[in-house]
């Protein structure tokens, strides 16, 4: 009766454990900051085409937004649009459609772009968007020459928690001081890589060739 006892005990906890992997949440939450500072805001035709790639791949469960990196950013009335896809497919097909009006329609109306660039504020308000949407995998795609400049009165340089989040920096071009000095770019990259992980970031890459945007969702 014993041995019996531990056998039924046994089944119990596997079927636990398999009721808890089979609650897995493989949602994807995904940020994607548009830069639009200076000559930057030149690139909003390769920015749509980022948007259009990720409304086509994100699923029902998925949770996107797109927001604008200007002067300073921390903010939620620099959200372009936001979505959590919906099960039904009509439904869904209506979200981004909408989705999609949406940021072209940023994207036509601006003419100018922003005196400063605050891609930090951009970061940590993602990342509360991010949190509360709950998504099982988070992202933050930035969008931007990463070249961060912010007035006197802005003031970003303290810790921020990034806990779990995939960070990929999108179409990095390069300044005209980089031709010059090439270390300038590449130690950019290397600083932005360094602050993030540090913040515990569970990823850094960067993608710059627009034909491969596949490889934003690759090892996620």
């Not at 400049?149 to 179409?171: C, W, Y």
Request: overall charge positive; aromatic content about 8%; proline content about 2%.
């Amino acid at each position: 009766m014993k041995s019996m006892g531990k056998i039924a005990l046994a089944i119990i906890i596997a079927l636990a454990i398999q009721g808890c992997t089979s609650k897995k949440n493989h949602s994807r939450g995904v940020y994607m900051l548009v830069d639009t500072s200076g000559t930057y805001a030149t690139q909003m035709t390769r920015a749509g085409k980022v948007v259009n790639y990720l409304l086509g791949t994100l699923n029902p469960g998925d949770t996107f937004a797109v927001a604008r990196v200007k002067s300073r950013s921390f903010t939620e009335k620099d959200i372009i649009a936001k979505a959590t896809f919906d099960a039904t497919p009509s439904r869904m097909n209506a979200q981004k459609k909408e989705f999609r009006d949406r940021f072209q329609q940023f994207a036509k109306n601006l003419k100018k772009g922003s005196a400063h660039t605050d891609i930090t504020g951009g970061v940590i308000q993602g990342a509360e968007f991010l949190t509360e949407a709950g998504a099982g995998t988070k992202m933050i795609l930035i969008f931007s020459d990463m070249q961060e400049e912010l007035d006197d009165k802005t003031v970003r340089d303290f810790p921020i928690s990034l806990d779990g989040i995939q960070f990929i920096a999108l179409n990095v071009t390069k300044l005209k001081t980089d031709n010059m000095d090439p270390r300038r770019y590449l130690g950019r990259l290397a600083n932005w890589e360094k602050r993030v992980m540090n913040a515990g970031a569970s990823g850094w890459r960067v993608v710059n060739d627009m034909e491969q945007l596949d490889r934003i969702f690759k090892e996620s």
